[in-house]
């Protein structure tokens, strides 16, 4: 059993340039998230997903965008990149939204430095 | 402004002693709180968790405990054992309307259990 996975791992960008990091899930899970992580500081919410079609913003969203068509895949895009997006980037699933106490199970990251 | 609060970076504790990771809030609406643990690397992994109804929740070794009035919390880690060295972040939820899917994290605390 997979549960989430991230690709890719690592990835070095210039600035200007765009990517997308990929997230895809086997649990069947409804709810997805993508967060970010600088050093030394928590998790921080950039956008949700509450099932295919549906997708919200966090905290953080400014820079990024998000497409849910499937169940099983998040893919959040980065379309000029800047170096203030420098970070650790977790996606996260869960069968239910917070609001009925499951807990999200994350991915390993994507290590992303923009140069 | 900071909700959820880990005053301390780091704790280190002998094997086979108590651990006591503590965290605060100020948001007074979160209502279920939760633990997890992260290796280098590697993604947060679920930990235990409480609602607001309880004071206190056990799970083998691990057990969390909410004091509302003092809008605090703590994990005790009881042995602690080589294997628990991590860092540990603290998040909670509020259910109540707008919000309700996201976690707020604290900063975390890394913990080293010395052999």
């Known amino acids: 059993n997979a549960g989430v996975t991230q690709t890719p791992k690592f990835r070095i960008l210039k600035i200007g340039q765009s990517m997308t990091l990929q997230c895809a899930q086997d649990m069947n899970h409804n709810y997805m998230y993508w967060y970010r992580q600088d050093p030394g500081m928590g ?6 997903s509450v099932g295919a079609g549906i997708t919200d913003k966090g905290e953080v969203p400014n820079g990024y965008n998000v497409s849910r068509s499937t169940t099983e895949d998040f893919p959040l895009r980065l379309e000029l990149a800047a170096p203030s997006q420098t970070s650790v980037y977790f996606c996260a699933s869960s069968s239910q939204g917070s609001l009925s106490n499951q807990p999200q199970h ?3 990251g994507t290590r992303l430095s923009i140069l | 402004d900071q909700q959820v609060k880990q005053n301390s970076p780091s704790l280190s504790v002998q094997e086979g002693r108590i651990s006591i990771l503590n965290c605060d809030y100020t948001n007074s609406m979160f209502d279920y709180f939760l633990w997890y643990k992260k290796y280098p690397a590697e993604g947060p992994t679920f930990l235990i968790s409480i ?3 309880k004071d206190k929740n056990e ?18 880690i009881v042995p602690s054992q080589p294997g628990d060295s991590a860092v540990y972040f603290c998040a909670a939820s509020d259910h109540s309307g707008a919000g309700s ?15």
């Open chain 2, 101 to 115: 899917y996201q976690l707020t994290f604290g900063k975390g605390t890394k913990l080293s259990v010395i052999p």
């Open chain 2, 51 to 53: 609602s607001s109804i």
């Open chain 2, 59 to 76: 799970d083998g070794r691990f057990t969390v405990f909410l004091n509302k009035s003092a809008k605090h919390l703590s994990l005790h």
């Open chain 1, 43 to 48: 998790l921080k919410l950039i956008y949700y």
């Open chain 1, 106 to 108: 994350f991915g390993d």
